[in-house]
Every structure is written in structure tokens, then in C-alpha cells.
Nanobody
Framework: QVQLVESGGGLVQTGGSLRLSCAAS????????MGWFRRAPGKEREFVAA??????FYADSVQGRFTISRDNAKGTLYLQMNSLKPEDTAVYYC?????????????????WGQGTQVTVSS
């Protein structure tokens, strides 16, 4: 059974940092894209960042503040979030398994985690 388990969310002040982790089990995703999406209260799910074959992709809103990385040996995806803003407050979801199409489109991902809450206080 494939599982994606996120961790590392929490409450942080504006300007602070958090590091999210996503541990994958049940299969390897080294040859597919993995990414992070988020959903803020009352808003649609939106793309945050993705990594595929070593190339990194970011939403404009997080470019320069967030860094995505993966450790294929450990089967773990990371999201380092710096200079956090209140508008980054959301539930963050790990996604995996996108082998074609745009990595920013959630429809391409076959596996999703349960999400981890990130709250940035002003």
C-alpha cells in the first residue's frame, strides 16, 4: 500500500521558517514528479513547488523563499520554507506519481498525503 505522510507543520511567526517532510512508502517515485500543494481556508488548492528529474518548479508566490528537495534513497520529499508570511497559512499536501503533463497540475498526481497545517501569525 502506497502512503505519503507529511510532517513538520506548525505555528510560526511572520518571517520564520519551517521544514516540511513527506515520507513515501510502498513504492519508489524517483522517476516521477513529486510536489507540494496547499489549500488555504476558503480557497482552491494551489500549486506550491515540484521536483522532477532534479529540476525544480515553483509558484511565483513562493519563488525565492521556498526550496523543494528530495532524497530518493530515503524516499522523502522536503519543503524548506523561509520568510514565511501570513498568506502562506494553509494545509500543505504532498503529492507524487506525476509522470507526464505539467507538474503544477494536481490532476497528474496519483498519490496524495493527508496534509499538514502551517499557520503563520502576523
Amino acid at each position: 500500500q502506497v502512503q505519503l505522510v507529511e510532517s513538520g507543520g506548525g505555528l510560526v511567526q511572520t518571517g520564520g521558517s519551517l521544514r516540511l517532510s513527506c515520507a513515501a512508502s510502498g513504492r519508489t517515485f524517483s522517476s516521477t514528479a513529486m510536489g507540494w500543494f496547499r489549500r488555504a481556508p476558503g480557497k482552491e488548492r494551489e500549486f506550491v513547488a515540484a521536483v522532477k528529474w532534479g529540476a525544480q518548479f515553483y509558484a511565483d508566490s513562493v519563488q525565492g523563499r521556498f526550496t523543494i528537495s528530495r532524497d530518493n534513497a530515503k524516499g522523502t520529499l522536503y519543503l524548506q520554507m523561509n520568510s514565511l508570511k501570513p498568506e502562506d497559512t494553509a494545509v500543505y499536501y504532498c503529492a507524487a506519481g506525476a509522470s507526464s503533463g505539467r507538474v503544477s497540475e494536481p490532476v497528474g498526481y496519483g498519490y496524495w498525503g493527508q496534509g499538514t497545517q502551517v499557520t503563520v501569525s502576523s
